[in-house]
Structure formats: C-alpha cells, structure tokens
C-alpha cells in the first residue's frame, strides 16, 4: 500500500541519506548509492502526480522527493529525441533544486534507473499530453 508524502519523507529521513554533492545556483546533484554506469539524469514531477506515476510503472529505479516534487533517476540522455511534457522537468546530471531531496524508494533489483520509455509514456498520460515521438524515432522503427 502507498504512504502518504509526509511518512515517506519521514521513513527517509531514519536511513543515512546518499551523499548529495552542493552544485552552483542552488542545485544539488542527487547521488546514487548503486552504480551507475550509463551516467545519471532526472526527471521531475510535481509532488501531487509522484504516487501516481510510482504506482503505474513496473520497473521502478531510485526516486527521490522534496515537498514539491518526486525525482525518478533515468539513464543519461534519456532526452535524446523526446519532448518531455509540461509541468515535467528534466534534469542532466541529476541536478536539482536543493529542496532537501531525499531518496524514498530504493529498488529491489541493482539497477538504479526507471526506466525512461515507461516513465514517458506514464508523465504523458497523467497530463494529457500525446507522446511527441521524433521524425528519426518513427522511421527507425520502420
């Protein structure tokens, strides 16, 4: 069963959160505790659509949230040919608004990535937006 924002961030907040590295202009860059090796970037979600986009994929990796948004880790380049819809955000090099994130879902399996097609599909459906797929992705399926 899905708890509520408030007794996630609590339950974070009893475990040594990953390091976060301090970056220019108020941003952080979320660290993640399994290996990462195809890079790391985030995609943002406003806090009131987190527990519904969790809930809706299969394959979850690490998230973090702050009061105002849940931060889903991604592979590097997950923006390559994509049009992330509003009010998403994307985030290279998972740097973030420093908020306090704090990482509330950790995966059961060693890969700490959502994976992004999913999650795409998932953040269009929540805000009504149709998937904008690009000239070269619809002709590389041909």
Do not use: K
């Not at 592979?75 to 390559?80: N, Y």
């Not at 955000?89 to 950790?106: E, F, M, N, Q, T």
């Not at 959502?114 to 797929?133: E, F, K, S």
Request: aromatic content about 8%; glycine content about 10%.
């Amino acid at each position: 069963m899905l708890r509520s924002m408030a007794s996630l961030l609590a339950a974070g907040s009893r475990r040594t959160p990953p390091p976060r590295r301090p970056e220019p202009d108020g941003e952080v860059r979320l660290c993640s505790p399994l290996p990462t090796p195809l890079g790391c970037d985030a995609v943002g979600v406003p806090a009131r659509h987190g527990f519904r986009v969790l809930s809706r994929l299969s394959g979850r990796g690490l998230v973090f949230a702050d009061p105002e948004w849940w931060w889903f880790l991604v592979p590097a380049g997950s923006d390559a040919e994509l049009r992330w819809p509003l009010p998403s955000c994307y985030a290279p090099g998972a740097r973030v608004p420093d908020r306090g994130p704090r990482l509330i879902h950790h995966p059961e399996a060693t890969s700490p990535y959502t994976p992004p097609i999913p999650l795409y599909l998932v953040v269009c459906q929540l805000t009504g937006v149709a998937p904008a797929w690009s000239a070269w992705n619809v002709g590389a399926g041909r």
